[in-house]
């Protein structure tokens, strides 16, 4: 396996003093095997309320889907005091980077897979629906097919800013108190910005979260419908908000082989990632 991290430098009015890792997991090709095996690629993007990245959910998550022979990458991106569209624009700039840089990595362009949690749900959600937007041409000088995710992973992911509660500190995090009420808020609603060009979707919530309410799922889910975007949506009747991988190697307290009963929800997003 290569093992590597490399820096994603992107500037946006809502920048801070800081340098976001991309951090790879590339699983290695053999003669014995195909070594000419061309392997898609997730990158996963942390939850953590925009406030911070999540351990559980980036190191764990990637050698789940490199054990699969997936190449897996991980974001740290820009949190507060970063404002909109600051991370956004730092996740298109690692697809591109992926992306132009395929060919050395033996990874498929066209199988490039984003993988989100919680508040890093959110900014999965919002590249598959703002990679053709003018802003991000205005930021990266390059916008469409380059920067466009393939498919999308959402994680117990905010969608919404309908929703009250607690995920409204997400968008506090994101656009900051004094733009909380302006259009901005609009933009980041992101079951509004769907259209049929929409990356086809993998979706799991449990309908117990009381963080991130069950009803964020099925608006996005609804929505890529209506506009005939292929959607596969699990909702598990168990569980709490932040479950990661449900396993011993994302929580503490738990032994080998204890799971909870969404744990399997990453074996159906490899398969997703496959088909």
């Known amino acids: 396996m290569k093992y590597f991290q490399h820096q994603i430098k992107v500037k946006t009015p809502g920048a801070i003093d ?17 070594l000419d095996r061309l392997r898609p690629a997730v990158l996963v993007l942390p939850g953590g309320g925009y406030f911070a990245t999540s ?7 990637a050698l789940k889907f490199a054990a699969a022979g997936i190449c ?3 974001l740290k991106y820009s949190c507060v ?46 590249a598959g629906v703002h990679w053709d937007k003018p802003f991000v041409e205005e930021y990266l000088g390059k916008r469409g097919e380059a920067i466009k995710p393939n498919k999308l992973i959402l994680c117990y992911a905010v969608i919404t800013s309908d929703i ?3 995920q409204k500190i997400v968008f506090t995090n994101l ?59 699990h909702i598990y009747l168990k569980g709490v908000h932040g479950l990661s991988l449900g396993n011993y190697l994302v929580y503490g307290n738990k032994t080998y082989g204890e799971e909870h009963m969404s744990s399997d929800w990453i074996d159906k997003a490899i398969r997703f990632i496959f088909d």
């Open 164 to 166: 009250e509660g607690k």
């Open 55 to 61: 351990d559980r959910e980036n190191e764990p998550v």
């Open 175 to 233: 656009l900051g108190k004094d733009n909380e009420d302006s259009e901005l808020i609009n933009l980041l609603s992101l079951e509004k910005h769907v259209t049929p060009e929409t990356p086809p979707s993998f979706i799991w919530h449990t309908y117990e979260d009381n963080v991130v309410p069950v009803q964020n799922a099925l608006l996005f889910a609804s929505r890529l419908v209506e506009n005939g975007v292929p959607v596969e949506l």
């Open 72 to 74: 897996a990458f991980t």
């Open 18 to 34: 800081y340098t976001p890792i991309l951090t790879a997991y590339i699983p290695d090709n053999s003669r014995e095997i195909q």
């Open 81 to 126: 005091p970063a404002r909109f569209p600051q991370a956004l624009c730092e996740v298109y700039a690692a697809i591109d980077y992926i992306r132009t840089n395929s060919k050395e990595f033996m990874i498929n362009p066209d199988q490039i897979a984003l993988c989100g949690f919680s508040a890093g749900g959110h900014l999965c959600a919002s």
